[in-house]
């Protein structure tokens, strides 16, 4: 690897970090043990600032550049998302009938069909809900996964190297 700035973030495919680099995982170092990365991160990502600063916790996370409302060691979004009634676009569950006559008796497979001998049809005020067994729920409102399609690396944090001079 050509010489890394300090503070550079990489992603890596190996298994572990490469001498003078950790894993973006969050974790609490040492002041003392590794001045020139908190003199450049500080506690942007965690810390106490007075023995302690955390590296930036990558796990489960998509990076994103910082801009448009989005601010350096912000994090935000959900693994998992129930969506409530107003976020489902709207739509129709369709009652199918028929004007053919009726031919069976039983409404198993069957549709409404039309009928000479009896009146099946009244006007448009309801009086009472159907049963629930007569219309199903469906949904439950489970969680679902929010995920886009991803391939799991590393993100692996340069302990050493140049310190980066701001243009």
């Known amino acids: 690897m050509a010489q890394p700035y300090v503070g550079e973030i990489r992603m890596f495919a190996g298994n572990f970090a490469p001498a003078g680099w950790m894993f973006c995982e969050g974790q609490l170092l040492p002041i003392s043990e ?7 991160i500080g506690t942007t990502y965690g810390g106490d600032g ?8 990558l796990r489960g996370r998509i990076p994103l550049h910082q801009g448009n409302g989005f601010i350096l060691a912000e994090t935000g979004g959900a693994e998992e ?13 369709a009652f199918l009938t028929s004007t053919a006559p009726a031919t069976q008796s039983s409404p198993q ?6 009928s000479s001998s009896i009146d099946l049809y009244i ?3 309801p009086s009472v809900n159907l049963n629930a067994q007569a219309v199903m729920a469906v949904g439950g409102s489970q969680p679902h996964t929010n995920f886009q399609p991803y391939l799991c690396v590393d993100f692996i944090i340069s302990l050493f190297g140049i310190y980066p001079s701001p243009t």
């Open 50 to 57: 007075q023995s302690t600063f955390a590296l930036p916790d």
């Open 34 to 40: 590794n001045e020139t990365l908190f003199n450049l």
């Open 81 to 93: 998302i129930t969506l409530t009634v107003n976020q489902i676009p709207a739509h129709t569950h």
């Open 109 to 114: 497979g069957a549709l409404p069909g039309n």
């Open 123 to 125: 006007e448009d005020t």
